[in-house]
T-cell receptor, first 115, second 114 residues
Framework: GAVVSQHPSWVICKSGTSVKIECRSLDFQATTMFWYRQFPKQSLMLMATSNEGSKATYEQGVEKDKFLINHASLTLSTLTVTSAHPEDSSFYIC???????????FGPGTRLTVL | KQEVTQIPAALSVPEGENLVLNCSFTDSAIYNLQWFRQDPGKGLTSLLLIQSSQREQTSGRLNASLDKSSGRSTLYIAASQPGDSATYLCAVKRDTGTASKLTFGTGTRLQVTL
């Protein structure tokens, strides 16, 4: 149980385009999901907290207009990187909070490369 | 602001050795601490979770301890194997809320050689 999936697992796009990444909790409902970014050989940095049915809460320094988060259902949150640039290339990982255990379960990550 | 540091940043040991990974955090007001494993290009796998009221947790060859007052945790790996090679991350959670954030450490890259 408590499986989180991400799609796609990797994506390559041209500079200036937008890319959408999906995060799904497969066997539980998650009112809260989290989006992290991880640069090579670095740790996970929290970008934003995604709340079902309300606006996401962004960490300081994260542009909310560039990283659009939608959490329209209890099993799906999406992160859209708008007008992507090469510096947005990174590994994006989501997690979903499993309520009864109050634990975060992590997705497998999405590797984004912007050319 | 909570800061989590892990030492060493990288470690290479021969197979069979016992080893200790260290994690320190600046704010002792935590709800729990978790150790994760991350293989290259992959997501995170939870290894052990220690609640703030606990001193240690064990799972197989892994033992994690927590000294909240001093802001330290250690992950002990017994009889290391090449399959243990990965990056190990510790993370602390501030409180019980479902929106409570995890603050991750800087990670330790472990390589176990034959």
């Amino acid at each position: 149980g408590a499986v989180v999936s991400q799609h796609p697992s990797w994506v390559i796009c041209k500079s200036g385009t937008s890319v959408k990444i999906e995060c799904r909790s497969l066997d539980f409902q998650a009112t809260t999901m989290f989006w992290y970014r991880q640069f090579p050989k670095q740790s996970l940095m929290l970008m934003a907290t995604s709340n079902e049915g309300s606006k996401a809460t962004y960490e300081q320094g994260v542009e909310k207009d560039k990283f659009l988060i939608n959490h329209a259902s209890l099993t799906l949150s999406t992160l859209t990187v708008t007008s992507a640039h090469p510096e947005d290339s990174s590994f994006y990982i989501c997690s979903a909070n499993q309520g009864t255990a109050n634990l975060q379960f992590f997705g497998p990550g999405t590797r984004l490369t912007v050319l | 602001k909570q800061e989590v540091t892990q030492i060493p940043a990288a470690l290479s040991v021969p197979e069979g050795e016992n080893l200790v990974l260290n994690c320190s955090f600046t704010d002792s007001a935590i709800y729990n601490l978790q150790w994760f494993r991350q293989d290259p290009g992959k997501g995170l796998t939870s290894l052990l979770l220690i609640q703030s009221s606990q001193r240690e947790q064990t799972s197989g060859r892994l033992n994690a301890s927590l000294d909240k007052s001093s802001g330290r945790s250690t992950l002990y790996i017994a009889a290391s194997q090449p399959g243990d090679s990965a990056t190990y991350l510790c993370a602390v959670k501030r409180d019980t809320g479902t929106a409570s954030k995890l603050t991750f450490g800087t990670g330790t890259r472990l390589q176990v050689t034959l």
